[in-house]
């Protein structure tokens, strides 16, 4: 039972701190996510939802406690391979994070030419993505020129190019208008129905409620329920 | 890697204002550089020039039979360093002091009997440049017992010689110094290019590129930066060339002022130079960079 459940976990957390200096940013964080699981970690600001995603990519080291993804130690990953972590994941920031001097096309084709795909490959793979996510007319367009809900749509379609396993999203919704944030979030609830895990850190109360699912409520660092 | 030249073109593209101060960093750095290097060639093509007039004069003891000339000849050639030794004699070290004198010859006129001695002009081989060597040759050819003396301008020569020594390691510590000065002022140029593009280079990195796939457009950017400084720095060099030599040398009609320009094989070696400058700029930023 015990295996099967373990073998059915892709990430854990084992008494996972995060220190800033003397500032506490998370304190004894233990996390089990299965997989395809779609999970919810709230608070309000300053909690460390940021921060503990952020660990999970590795855009901060751990202080203390250790995080498995997908068999990988974290603790244990050279420099080298977490480009090889990342790919595995897909994240989505609140800032959109889109490079203003490339196009929509080239922003999302980045995660396959990083992985050395072929550029037809590339090309056919762009499109459907573009088009899954309602953006392939505005395919040659420079990120400044769209809305916030479509510079997050080309973030997610950037997030999923690569088929990750995880998804990590990071307040995907935070800066947008309600209908925008409606169509986003139907996408990413769209590839969990595909098969992704996914990991929201989210203060929309509203968005937890309408779809039910588990939540990880973190006040000052420490996570207060499950 | 034709994906990673396609990308390092259209990053110089997006990016032109920061690339056009890269290639005009590079291009002031080759110009200053080469500047120098031609000045330092031209010098040395002179010094050598001297250097090749720098002859040993051997004078016989009277009454020294012709049919013996051939053979203190091969002797004299005989010696290391002797690169060609050429009888001088009395009659004809006579005409020459009186093309010398020129106005002052009918001096010479007071005088029954030539008091010249026959001689022989020696030259050196190209490397015999040393003092000391030189020194050891007199000595040599004054040991023969058919010279009665020698004459080489030792004093003038040793200081010649250190001079030209001194002005050589000069332009080559120079040489150096501006190397490594062009190095760290396109490593800054690049690294301000790169320090604009850190959101760029973040977000990379978050969606999985390796770091070669960073840094390999970075590479070709600045390999391309510094061919197009070099060519450009040497054709800005060309036309001052061109110029001196038609107006300043005409002008002058003076023999001494004749310059000359790199050879092809140089001025590659130098286009060759100035892309190794922007790669190593490159390398020095981008290590730094993203270790940070």
């Known amino acids: 039972m015990i295996e099967k459940n373990e073998k059915s976990t892709i990430i854990r957390m084992f008494h996972v701190h995060k220190n800033y200096g003397s500032k506490k940013a998370l304190s004894n964080i233990n996390l089990d996510v299965s997989k395809n699981e779609f999970l919810f970690i709230t608070g309000p600001s300053g909690a460390g939802k940021s921060t503990l995603l952020k660990l999970l990519y590795l855009g901060e080291p751990v202080s203390e406690g250790q995080i498995l993804i997908d068999g990988m130690n974290l603790s244990r990953i050279s420099r080298k391979r977490i480009s090889f972590l990342r790919r595995k994941l897909g994240i989505i920031f609140q800032d959109y994070k889109l490079i203003t001097t490339k196009t929509v096309f080239d922003n999302v084709a980045l995660v396959l030419e990083a992985m050395g795909k072929k550029r037809q490959f590339v090309q056919k793979k762009v499109n459907s993505v573009l088009r899954m996510v309602g953006m392939e007319k505005r395919f040659n367009a420079m990120p400044q020129s769209l809305s916030g809900g479509e510079q997050q749509r080309i973030a997610v379609a950037r997030a999923v190019i690569g088929m990750p396993k995880i998804i990590l999203a990071d307040e995907p919704t935070g800066s947008l208008d309600p209908e925008s944030a409606g169509a986003v979030f139907d996408l990413l609830k769209e590839f969990h129905a595909r098969g992704a895990t996914l990991l929201v850190a989210t203060h929309d109360q509203e968005l937890i409620r309408k779809t039910g699912c588990r939540v990880i409520y973190l006040k000052d660092g420490c996570q207060v329920s499950k | ?292």
């Open chain 2, 1 to 292: 890697m034709i994906f990673f030249f396609k990308r390092a073109f259209q990053d110089i593209r997006t990016n032109s204002f920061l690339s056009a101060v890269t290639i005009i960093t590079i291009f002031l750095s080759v110009l200053i550089v080469s500047t120098l290097v031609l000045f330092f060639l031209n010098t040395n093509d002179y010094m050598n020039s001297w250097k090749k007039g720098i002859k040993i004069i051997a004078y016989l003891k009277p009454d020294i039979a012709e049919t013996n000339l051939v053979d203190i000849k091969n002797k004299i050639h005989g010696l290391y360093g002797v690169a060609e030794a050429e009888f001088i004699s009395k009659e004809e070290a006579m005409k020459r002091l009186r093309e010398q004198m020129k106005r002052q010859s009918s001096l010479l006129n007071g005088f029954k009997e030539n008091p010249l001695p026959d001689a022989f002009e020696i030259r050196l081989t190209e490397q015999f440049s040393n003092s000391e060597r030189i020194e050891n040759l007199a000595v040599q050819i004054e040991a023969l017992p058919e010279i009665d003396d020698v004459e080489y301008g030792r004093r003038w020569i040793g200081r010649f010689i250190k001079l030209f020594d001194l002005f050589r390691l000069t332009g080559y510590a120079m040489s150096g110094i501006f190397f490594m000065a062009a190095v760290f002022i396109v490593a800054n140029t690049i690294r301000l290019v790169i320090y604009s593009r850190r959101e760029e280079i973040e977000i990379m990195r978050l969606v999985g590129a390796t770091d070669r796939f960073i840094k390999t457009p970075f590479y070709i950017e600045a390999v391309i930066q510094g061919a197009l400084g070099g060519i450009i720095g040497l054709a800005a060099l060309f036309a001052a060339y061109i110029y001196i030599s038609t107006n300043v040398e005409q002008s002058l009609s003076f023999d001494l002022l004749h310059v000359r320009f790199f050879s092809l094989r140089l001025s590659g070696a130098i286009i060759l130079c100035s892309m190794l400058v922007g790669w190593l700029g490159c390398f020095i930023s981008l290590r730094q960079f993203l270790k940070e």
